[in-house]
């Protein structure tokens, strides 16, 4: 062995571990790592992520991510994280454009919350999201409103009085059975409207209005269901 061929050798080695990492890289990029969905701009397998979810919690059995039956008016909708923003506007001192990690860098709560809609149905799922009530605190809402609009990239909307939503703690859900979100679930915030009928708890969220409009009436409710929608014992 003279001088050089070690350092052919040793180039070649070089070279194969780079191309080795270089492919490791790549294949990280395109396929992510572990079972988070990373892409949420297309159909998820929503049969794999049943292999992950949550199925029970402190003793009480969940219903499944795939116990809902997709309804939405329009069809799920694919949200890309990298240009979405959530405006928070109307009648505020503040209004806010809030990205997907701004909404997510706040104080998180766990519950489970039962969702029926008015079709009869009904599921039991453990939400976790962020309060409305901190989300308003960087907005500073103003005294005269008395409601918040929400609505959706499918063009959905529907709305609760300021008062219940403080009252209730309510919150916006990020994750469902500790899973984020499937975008035919809501991606990347469902409403948690404890107490209210499914129609209040809309997907897909993309900007919340502070209004004094205490009428406001939603997809549905302009459509003849009640606006308060509460969950009859
Ligand atoms: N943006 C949006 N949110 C929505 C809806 C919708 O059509 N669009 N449907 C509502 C209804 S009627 C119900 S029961 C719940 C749960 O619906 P899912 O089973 O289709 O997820 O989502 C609610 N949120
Ligand atoms: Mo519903």
Redesign the pocket.
């Known amino acids: 062995m003279d001088k050089a061929g070690t350092v052919v050798v040793k180039s070649r080695h070089a070279n194969r571990i780079l191309k080795r990492y270089l492919f490791l890289l790549l294949s990280l990029l395109l396929f992510g790592c572990g079972t988070s969905n990373n892409d949420t701009t297309s159909e998820t397998d929503l049969e794999e992520l049943t292999k992950i979810e949550v199925t029970e919690y402190e003793g009480q059995d969940l219903s499944s991510l795939t116990d809902?039956?997709?309804?939405?008016?329009k069809g799920p909708q694919y949200i890309d994280i990298d240009t979405y923003m959530l405006k928070i506007d109307g009648l505020v001192e503040q209004p806010a454009s809030l990205s997907y990690d701004e909404v997510l860098d706040n104080q998180k709560y766990t519950k489970v919350v039962t969702?029926h809609?008015?079709e009869g149905w009904s599921v039991d799922i453990l939400w976790e999201g962020v309060l409305l009530a901190d989300l308003f605190e960087g907005v500073n809402v103003q005294e005269r409103a008395d409601t918040v609009i929400f609505y959706?990239?499918?063009g959905?909307s529907t709305a609760l009085p300021l008062q219940t939503i403080m009252d209730r703690q309510l919150m916006l859900a990020y994750k469902m059975n500790g899973v984020e979100l499937p975008p035919e679930?809501?991606f990347p915030f469902q409403l948690v409207a404890e107490d209210k009928l499914?129609?209040k708890?809309?997907?897909?969220i993309t900007r919340i209005e502070l209004s004094d409009d205490a009428d406001y009436e939603g997809y549905?409710e302009q459509r003849g269901f009640d606006n308060k929608a509460d969950v009859k014992p």
């Open positions: 809902f039956r997709e309804n939405s008016i969702l809609c008015v959706s990239e499918d959905y679930r809501g499914g129609y708890w809309i997907k897909w549905w």
